[in-house]
T-cell receptor, first 114, second 114 residues
């Protein structure tokens, strides 16, 4: 079974630009979560989608948005990029929506904002 | 809000030593789930174990064991006879039934030297 696939692996963008990250969950998994990982703040929850609906959202500004498609694939968008958005963005999928569901992570997209 | 504390930022041991990674959590929920994840240098977080708040039995899986104590709000992870391949960052995480977003500790970087 293929794991969680995130594309691209690396991105370099300039301040003020916008970026879209993509995530394909494990086949059969319907819940997708996004996390931001930085050396200073660690792993921070961005949002979770299930059945194309955002079910939960972390404490991030509105510049961070996402969506989920009918095939459970998800995209995350960051607009008006800031230097502080440089991070590893991790996508995770789980079979269902629920606090007891283990997350299965992808390798992440490393975003560098210059 | 829930909180996970991993006080040990970095641990270095020599191969074959036993090592315990500490995890202390805070929650107001009576039903919650605790997790451990491993993040090797490749970046992908790997799920290791899940525990629910009603199951305080210790668990052993090969060289890995977990000690869950509600009285001290701790969920510690012990690696017996450590190996170089155990070198990674280990994260403890908590998910409450009431809000369903998984919160991670800051992580403990374990280095096992040959």
């Amino acid at each position: 079974k293929a794991g969680v696939t995130q594309t691209p692996r690396y991105l370099i963008k300039t301040r003020g630009q916008q970026v879209t990250l993509s995530c394909s969950p494990i086949s059969g998994h319907r819940s997708v979560s996004w996390y931001q990982q930085t050396p200073g703040q660690g792993l921070q929850f961005l949002f979770e989608y299930f059945s194309e609906t955002q079910r939960n959202k972390g404490n991030f500004p509105g510049r961070f948005s996402g969506r989920q498609f009918s095939n459970s694939r998800s995209e995350m968008n960051v607009s008006t990029l800031e230097l502080g958005d440089s991070a590893l963005y991790l996508c995770a999928s789980s079979f269902r929506f629920g606090s007891d569901s283990p997350l299965h992570f992808g390798n992440g997209t490393r975003l560098t904002v210059t | 809000a829930q909180k996970v504390t991993q006080a040990q930022t970095e641990i270095s041991v020599v191969e074959k030593e036993d090592v315990t990674l500490d995890c202390v959590y805070e929650t107001r929920d009576t039903t919650y789930y605790l997790f451990w994840y491993k993040q090797p240098p490749s970046g992908e977080l790997v799920f290791l174990i899940r525990r629910n708040s009603f199951d305080e039995q210790n668990e052993i899986s090969g060289r890995y064991s977990w000690n869950f104590q509600k009285s001290t709000s701790s969920f510690n992870f012990t690696i017996t006879a450590s190996q170089v391949v155990d070198s990674a960052v280990y994260f403890c995480a908590l998910s409450e039934v009431s809000n369903n977003d998984m919160r991670f500790g800051a992580g403990t970087r374990l280095t096992v030297k040959p």
